[in-house]
């Protein structure tokens, strides 16, 4: 099994690692939901699960301001993440750890503000809700996102591509 999971890491790596998003998406749609998520308490403990190379975890530092737990279970994601974040100045507001995001808990306790945008897939959408509820404080918030078409036929730029 360690060899499949291995083969299948190479496979996204391979696939993803020098994309900036390792999903679908952009940095606007990123700040649009966060606009969404009501008023956070003051120093939010935030995650960002199956965070890929960081995008989305990069957009929430920035906006506020605040350190962001980052879990993937790529050590080179995590890798990139990390010399991204250092890149651009974020380096002590985010903070990576490779791990299982199905087993994922912050540190500091129940989470303000859970994030996966284009990961929840990996574990069924439901099984991510299950996964999840535990780490989110009552009353915390939680933004998920995945691919989803709502037409018949995927679009010809995306065919193309």
């Excluded at 506020?64 to 990390?82: G, M």
Aim: glycine content about 8%; proline content about 6%.
């Amino acid at each position: 099994m360690a060899s499949d999971n291995s083969a299948i890491m190479d496979a996204m790596l391979a696939l993803h690692g020098a994309m900036e998003r390792q999903g679908p998406g952009d940095d606007a749609l990123t700040r649009r939901l966060l606009d969404r998520v009501p008023t956070l308490p003051p120093e939010p403990r935030i995650a960002d699960l199956g965070c890929g190379t960081g995008a989305s975890a990069m957009v929430l530092a920035e906006a506020l301001n605040t350190p962001v737990d980052c879990v993937d279970a790529a050590h080179a994601f995590i890798a990139i993440l990390e010399e991204r974040a250092k890149a651009r100045g974020l380096d002590h507001l985010i903070r990576g750890h490779v791990g299982d995001m199905a087993k994922y808990r912050h540190d500091d306790g129940p989470l303000d503000l859970l994030w996966s945008e284009g990961a929840a897939y990996n574990l069924t959408f439901a099984g991510a809700l299950s996964a999840w509820r535990p780490v989110l404080r009552t009353g915390g918030y939680a933004v998920i996102s995945e691919l989803t078409w709502f037409c018949e036929h995927r679009p010809q730029k995306v065919e193309a591509f």
